[in-house]
Every structure is written in C-alpha cells, then in structure tokens.
C-alpha cells in the first residue's frame, strides 16, 4: 500500500458467498431494511400502486418496535386484493397475505402435506414450501435477467468487490440454463467485468446428476466460470429454522428443519465426489453441522476421495469440538462477520446460555481452518468495510448497547483481510487470479480508528489492470474494453 496525494492503494476484495443475481433482483422489489415498526411496513405496501401482486423483502421482527413477526392479518388489513410476498431479511420464512393463499390454492386444509414449512393462521412460509411462491410472479425473461446482473455488478464494483462466489440458479423462477445463457452473453458481449465463480446450486440428486453428465465446460466467457457445487442443509436462526440438537431457548420443542435424510445427503455429496467437485455446504445449527460432517466423512471414505476443498457456509453454531472434526476432515469456514449486525440481539432469545459456543471464527482461523469472509448478500449489506469492521468489533452498530459478542473472537485488520483474498483464492484454487487487482481507497484503513472504516470510498476498482469503476467517471465501465 502506498500513499499519494492521499490516495491509498488496497487490496480488492473476494465475498466468497452472496448471491449476484439476489442482489439485483432485490433492487427492484419493495425494501423493509431500514423500516423499524409494522405500519412503516404496511404503509408502504398501502401506498405501491396496484400491482399484479406486491414483492417485498428484508424485514426483521428484532428491528421493529412491536418486536413480532408480520403476520397475515396485518397485511389483509391494508392489502386485501393483491397478493402480498413479504421476504424476512435472512430469505428463509415470509409472510404472504390471505389473498396470496387464495391465489396459490393453499387452504388450511390442503397444506398439511408440507407440515411445518406453512403456518397458515400466521401466515408464514418457510424453507420448502418457498418456491410456491414463484406461482405469484412473472417468469422474467433472460433481458430481466442480464438487467438485474448489471445492476448487482455496479454495486459491487463501487464498493471494491472484484470476485465473487455466489449462487444464482436458486434466486429467480428460471431453469439454470437460461441463467448460464444469460451470464454467457453478458461476459461474451464485455458488459460484466466482475470474477464470478458460480456457487452450482442444484437441491436434488436427479438434478445434480443430471448437471454432472451434461459435462458442462466449467469455464466460461470473459470473467466468469462454473465452480464448486453449493447445498443448503437448514435453514436460519432468525426464522427458528437452523437445525439444532437441542431445544430453541424461545420455542420449546422446536429444534428447527434439517433439508435432508442423511442418506439423501449421502447420495448427493457421493455425486460430488466422484466427480471430483468442492462443495460448499449451507450449514448453521448444531444438528445441521454434525449432520454435515458425519455424511461427509462416510463419503469420502466410500468414494475414496483424499483430495477436496469442501467448505461449510455460515458455520455459526459450530462447537469447539465440531471446529475440531471440521479442521480434522479438511473443511474451510465461510462466514458472514456481518451477521452479527442483525443477530447479536436474537441469540439470547433462540439460544440461550448455548450463544456463549457461537459465531467463533477466530477459533476457527487458531485451529488452522481457512476462514473465508462473505455476506450473503442481500441477507446483509455487501460491504466489506462494514464486514470488516464487524469482524474487528463483534458488535452492532444498530444494537451498539448490547456490547461484543464474545471479545476473545476479534480479528486484526491485516488477519481479516486475508480472509477477504487469499483464502477465498484457496477454496477456488486459484490463489493467484486477483494479482492484478487492486483499489484505491480516500484512506488508509490501517490509520483511522475501527469505527470510521464504514465510512472509507474507494475511488478507483481495478480488474486484471484494467480500472472497471473509477468514482470520478461514471461512464468507466460502460466505455471499458
Ligand atoms: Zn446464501
């Protein structure tokens, strides 16, 4: 890093887990993020005109006044007509409306097939019964699809994320080919510059099988090529849907929804090991974890597989003991740090005395796991200075007067950078594809106080030499070769 004329020359960053096309099609749907009481939220609805049906996400109960989840009556309160689709910020419950059911043909009486994932008095949808809810929108066409990769990559780009492992063929009603066509063109055509190593989200066996025989050319035009197969084993801590061994603290008898029989998780991680494919394996419960690591060790053993860069998402229940069986067996960790922004304030409810056994990314990085940084975005902001930041503090700046989450789990900004470059670089093996990136920062990071470095601008991206954002031309990325 060198100073000039107050111009500080950083490393890019690599978010090892969000999801690109999330991020653009969040952009064009109704935002509850920064709402904190339940009528902010139904005035909004109130006030969107008449839409075919209404599309919202990112609220969150711990954010709002009343402290409650949204319910169905609140939303056929002001909105009996149209249906209503209102993500919780973590993506894994929402909140639909009366006239939503009715549309779906979902009646008290018919949902009981999917058991737990329809509350129906309440209103709230979780994990598998999700993708119903496609039913209520339009199927976006692959020109809605390149204009949401666009808009996503912008973002990016301002804020100095230059590759990213994201999982997009779960975030849109479309077939994944469609989604590979569309991402095709984009990069053939020079209109995306950012390094996207694709997370191969397939939830079946037949589907997985199917994408492996098909024998795909991993990479791809331009920047952007097919990487590790990604799975989602739970749900989220927030929606009381993470897989725990014991009790949620605040629901006595739930211990959340684990996605898969061991066997079907067998059969899938078998797959990906025959064909010699990384995966990285959504995870956050305790159960869900244990569940992971014991399904995982029996296939490597059954498909003879020595060699791997298997990963676990998210992570953040993992006990001192499963840190160990992780390292053990060769896992890395990608985690969030941002999470604690939202979570720091539910853990004492859904966990109880369990919390003081969680999110402990610097063990894990002690332990010799490479610790990967991301965000999950739109779950959280993408920002890796606000990332950074909450690695360095464990601490909320919503919630600021409920302290650090376990103090002894802080980061050092250099130490936390290298989960941010050259262990994401690892899980990709690739350790040496962002050598000709770099940013130009307002300030240098190392000399402000850790609490300012929400606030640094990058002024310049650079991809493969090549400046992809420059703060003071707008027209950079368009006019770029
Ligand atoms: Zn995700």
């Known amino acids: 890093m060198q100073n000039n004329n107050k111009e500080y020359r950083f490393p890019a960053f690599f978010d090892s887990h969000l999801h690109f096309l999330g991020i653009g099609m969040s952009s064009k749907i109704l935002d509850f993020k920064e709402d904190r009481s339940i009528e902010a939220i139904l005035a909004k609805i109130k006030s969107t005109a008449s839409a075919k049906a209404i599309f919202g996400r990112g609220w969150n109960q711990l954010d709002l006044v009343e402290k409650r989840m949204l319910d169905k009556t609140d939303l056929d309160r002001v909105c009996p007509n149209t249906p209503v689709v209102l993500l919780r910020v973590c993506g894994h419950v929402a ?8 549309r ?3 009646t008290f009486e018919n949902i009981q097939a999917y058991g737990k994932s329809i509350d129906y008095p ?3 949808l979780y994990e598998d019964a999700l993708p119903l809810l496609d039913h209520l929108r339009d199927v976006p066409s692959i020109s809605d699809i390149k204009d949401c990769f666009r808009i996503a990559e912008k973002m990016l780009l301002e804020t100095g994320v230059t590759t990213i492992l994201s999982d997009d063929f779960s975030s849109s009603p479309l077939p994944y080919p469609l989604i590979i066509q569309a991402l095709d063109e984009l990069y053939r055509q020079n209109e995306c510059h950012i390094r996207l190593i694709e997370q191969v989200n397939l939830p079946t066996a037949s589907l997985l099988a199917d994408y492996l025989k098909q024998g795909l050319t991993q990479k791809r035009p331009g920047n952007w090529r097919l990487g590790p197969i990604k799975l989602l084993t739970d749900g989220s801590l927030g929606a009381h849907t993470a897989a725990l061994r014991s009790d949620y603290h605040d629901q006595p008898g739930q211990r959340g929804i684990l996605n898969y029989s061991d066997h079907e998780l067998g059969e899938l991680f078998d797959l990906a090991n025959l064909a010699k494919k990384d995966c990285h394996i959504h995870a956050i419960g305790d159960a869900a974890i244990e569940q992971v690591l014991s399904v995982m060790e029996q296939s490597l053993r059954r498909t003879n ?8 998402v998210h992570a953040q229940m993992a006990d001192y003991q499963q840190i160990k069986w992780m390292k053990a067996l060769g896992f890395s960790a990608i985690v969030q740090p941002i999470f604690l922004e939202s979570d720091i304030a539910m853990l004492d409810a859904r966990l109880g005395q369990r919390k003081h056994e969680t999110y402990l990314f610097k063990t894990m990085a002690n332990e010799g796991i490479k610790v990967c940084f991301g965000t999950d975005s739109p779950v959280e902001s993408f920002s890796p200075f606000t990332n950074l930041r909450a690695a360095i503090t464990r601490q909320s700046v919503k919630d600021a007067s409920l302290g650090q989450h376990l ?6 900004l250099a130490e936390a950078i290298g989960c941010y470059g050259a262990n994401n670089r690892y899980l990709i093996r690739d ?11 307002d300030k240098n990071p190392f000399e402000i106080p850790i609490d300012e470095l929400d606030d640094v601008q990058v002024l310049r991206t650079v991809i493969k030499g090549e400046t992809v954002f420059d703060k003071h031309d707008r027209r950079t990325l368009s006019s770029s070769k």
């Open 305 to 312: 597989r020595s060699e791997h860069r298997h990963a676990i």
């Open 407 to 412: 103090p002894k789990e802080t980061f050092q």
């Open 104 to 106: 779906l043909d979902l």
């Open 122 to 124: 309440r209103g709230l």
């Open 95 to 102: 909140c639909i409306n009366s006239e939503a059911f009715r």
């Open 431 to 441: 350790e040496k594809c962002m050598e000709r990136d770099y940013l130009i920062l």
